[in-house]
C-alpha cells in the first residue's frame, strides 16, 4: 500500500523525459512580488497618453525621477519669472539708468531678478527687493507668479502623498507563502497556498482568486495566452489570521488530470491574488503572486503557526512558509478517484461470497453444539402432491424409526413450528 505513495520535494532529483527534449528557459507571466512581466512597444501616442493623465503618472514613476522633475519645476519656474523681471526692467531703463525710478527696487541686473523672482514664488520677502507703483505690467506678473506657486505646491504634496499612500506599498504587508502544495483533503486531491497579512490591522472584504495562465508559441512567431479560472471554496475571506487557501481538484478543474509526472512537464503559471479593502484608509488594495509547477510542492502540508494562549491567539510567522511532508498518492485525481469507486467499501461487503464470511473458531463450533443441544426438539412438516398432509412425528419417533424418515426435497417447502 505504502508503495502506491510518495512525498516529493521540487529539490529532490526526478527525472522526467520529454518528447522534444529539454526546453528552454520561459519567463514569469507575474513576477513573485506580484509585477507583470510585460513591456509595452510601439504604443500609439504614448507621450500623449501619459500628459493627458500627469496625476497617474507622477505617482508611478521612481522616487528620483519625481524628485528630479518637481527640483526643475521650482528652478524653471524661478528661471522663467526672473527672465521676465530682467526684460522688464531692461525695458524700463532701470539696469543702465541707476538714477531712474525703477519697477522693482534693487532689480540691476539678471541675478537680481532671478533672486527677485526665487524670494516672491518662496515669500522669503528679505526687505530690500520689492515692487514700486511704476509698472503695471510687473505687478500683474508678480501676481500671476504666486497663484502659478500655489498650484505647484498643492501638486506637488498631492503627488508625495498618493505616492506614499500607494496600494503598492500596503500590498506588501500582505504576503504568500513561497510555495503552493498539493495533498488530501476530506478525500480530495486538493491544491493550496497560504495568505496572511503581517499588520494588525484587520482587513475587510477580502477575496481570494486563482487563474491557470498558458501561453502557447507558434511557429510563426504569435504567442496565445489562455486563462482558466479555479474554483476556490473559501473566496470570501476575513484576514485576521493566516489563512489557507485551498482548490478542491474536481472534474471541472485544469489539474484534474495531472499527476506528479505530469505537473513536472506542465508548461503553465498559476496566478493568484487577494483583493481587499484596508480598515484604516478605506482603500481597496490586491497583491498578487504566482507559482510555476516547479513551486508547486506534491505531498507536503502545511505547519501550524497558530497557538491559543490564556489570554489570546499566538500567530508565528516563523512557520508561514514551513511544510512537513505527508503521504499522497502520484496519480492524478481522475485516477485516484477511479480505485476509489473500485475499491470495494467494507460495509456494503458481498453475504454470500465464500471468502468475505470468516471461518469459525473450534471454540465457536463448540458453544453452537452446546446451543443445538439445549434447543427444543422440532417437528417438520412434509408437504405431498395431492396437498394431503401428513401425521406429524416427533423427532423422538424419528430417531427410532429408520424406515420412516421425513426428508425435504429442495423444491419443496419446510416449516418449523
Not at 528652478?75 to 525695458?91: K, Q, Y
Not at 522669503?124 to 505647484?152: K, L, P, W
Not at 516563523?318 to 485525481?333: D, G, I, Q, R, Y
Request: hydrophobic share 35%; with cysteine; charged share 20%.
Amino acid at each position: 500500500m505504502h508503495n502506491q505513495y510518495k512525498s516529493v520535494n521540487p529539490n529532490d532529483d526526478v527525472n522526467v523525459k520529454t518528447e522534444n527534449g529539454p526546453q528552454r528557459k520561459k519567463y514569469r507571466y507575474v513576477r513573485k512580488e506580484g509585477n507583470c512581466d510585460v513591456v509595452f512597444r510601439h504604443v500609439p501616442e504614448e507621450w500623449l497618453l501619459f500628459v493627458t493623465d500627469i496625476f497617474t503618472t507622477l505617482v508611478e514613476i521612481r522616487w528620483r525621477v519625481m524628485f528630479l522633475i518637481f527640483a526643475l519645476s521650482y528652478i524653471l519656474s524661478w528661471l522663467f519669472f526672473g527672465i521676465l523681471f530682467w526684460v522688464i526692467a531692461l525695458a524700463h531703463g532701470d539696469i543702465k539708468d541707476e538714477t531712474n525710478d525703477p519697477c522693482v527696487y534693487e532689480v540691476r541686473s539678471f541675478t537680481a531678478a532671478f533672486l527677485f523672482s526665487l524670494e516672491t514664488q518662496t515669500t522669503i520677502g528679505y526687505g530690500f527687493r520689492g515692487m514700486s507703483e511704476n509698472c503695471m505690467i510687473a505687478i500683474i506678473i508678480v501676481t500671476i507668479q504666486d497663484v502659478i506657486s500655489c498650484f505647484i505646491d498643492t501638486f506637488v504634496i498631492g503627488i508625495v502623498v498618493a505616492k506614499m499612500a500607494s496600494a503598492r506599498k500596503r500590498a506588501q504587508t500582505v504576503g504568500f507563502s513561497n510555495c503552493a502544495v498539493i495533498n488530501l483533503r476530506d478525500g480530495y486531491l486538493c491544491l493550496s497556498w497560504r495568505v496572511g497579512d503581517f499588520r494588525r490591522h484587520h482587513l475587510v472584504e477580502g477575496t481570494a482568486c486563482a487563474q491557470v495562465v498558458r501561453s502557447t508559441m507558434h511557429a510563426t512567431g504569435k504567442v496565445d495566452v489562455t486563462y482558466e479560472d479555479l474554483v476556490i471554496q473559501q473566496r470570501d475571506i476575513t484576514l485576521v489570521t493566516p489563512t489557507t487557501i485551498f482548490h478542491r481538484i474536481e472534474p471541472s478543474s485544469p489539474l484534474f488530470k495531472m499527476s506528479l509526472v505530469d505537473l513536472r512537464k506542465a508548461d503553465f503559471e498559476l496566478v493568484v491574488s487577494f483583493t481587499y479593502t484596508d480598515d484604516s484608509t478605506g482603500m481597496l488594495h490586491q497583491t498578487r503572486t504566482s507559482y510555476t509547477p516547479a513551486e508547486i510542492l506534491w505531498g507536503q502540508l502545511f505547519q501550524e503557526m497558530i497557538r491559543v494562549s490564556r489570554r489570546h491567539y499566538r500567530v508565528d510567522y516563523n512557520l508561514f512558509n514551513h511544510t512537513a511532508k505527508v503521504l499522497v498518492p502520484e496519480v492524478s485525481a481522475e485516477e485516484y478517484e477511479h480505485k476509489k469507486q473500485l475499491r470495494p467499501s467494507p460495509r456494503h461487503s458481498p453475504r454470500h461470497s465464500p471468502r468475505s464470511s470468516p471461518r469459525p473458531s473450534p471454540r465457536s463450533q463448540r458453544q453452537s453444539h452446546q446451543e443445538n443441544l439445549l434447543k427444543p426438539p422440532t417437528v417438520t412438516v412434509e408437504l405431498v402432491g395431492d396437498s394431503h398432509l401428513e401425521p406429524t412425528v416427533s423427532t423422538s419417533q424419528v430417531e427410532s424409526q429408520h424406515q420412516g424418515t421425513l426428508t425435504l426435497p429442495h423444491d419443496l417447502t419446510s416449516t418449523e413450528v
